[in-house]
């Protein structure tokens, strides 16, 4: 697959958050979701002392991105793993401390582009839906196996959708006829399952089931609350970690670790605050950031890009 073409959500602002961690020699900065490797690309370009090590739960992914950066391979390292796990990679690799991470969250573009893997709803394909295509159960697992109280469960809870119990029982009564294998065939059930005034609204019919199905089959949001404090951990002093989320589930998360971090653990008040209780990350973003009208406009997956960004400002 060609990356021609292929710009990486609020590139610019990553690399200018990032870049101040990244300037003395040695410098290691972790991308936790390399993708297609464009924000990689632009952080080893604009930071020429740094080393970058990138992880991907995806094998195409890591591919793709080895060959795009292959003018940098002196000071690339790309593993095959699953973002949560970074202190076990950079102990694998002998680092200690890094100076930055990235996280860019939810389904890649690769993934979304690439019909076999069944990520996207509007086209027929098997219903996959995993990231790591070499292991664990996929969508059609799910919809064939699970009761209809635990598909009404994930409906409403990972994609906030309204009519989650009468599409679950339609699943399940229609798995009864014919198992679920293709997605043409699911978003005609949630098509015909939701009120026609609700679809003429708040886009795509099918949006929040297949964001729920992605989130079950990834144990996605399972696998950022370990890895966002995991990652923080990995941190030296004065290093930074920019993470981009996309929907509120995922911003909610990151929100709640970076203000933890960044408020002193006393009560509000106390006129000396001991050393060991003094906040430990200090927020760099007002909130969470959103893209400019203009590149949501000319990028469509940065319409719903929520950015966030701390510093680590003690041991």
Partial sequence: MSTVGHVPVLRDRVVALLAPALTEPGAVVVDATLGLGGHSAALLADNPHCRLVGLDRDEDALAIARDRLQEYADRITLVHAVYDRMPD??????????????????????????????????QDAPLDMRMDSSSGPTAADVLNSYSAEDLTRILRAYGEERFARRIAERIVAERDREPWDRSARLVELIRAAIPAATRATGGHPAKRTFQALRIEVNDELGVLERAIPAALGCLAVSGRMVVMSYHSLEDRIVKQEFAAGARPEVPRGLPVVPDHLRPWLRLLTRGAEKASAAEAAANPRAQSVRLRAVERIAA
């Fill in 89 to 122: 990679v950079l102990t694998d690799l002998g680092i200690a401390r890094v100076q930055g991470v990235l996280f860019d969250l939810g389904v890649s573009s690769m993934q979304l582009d690439v019909a076999e893997r069944g990520f996207a709803y509007a």
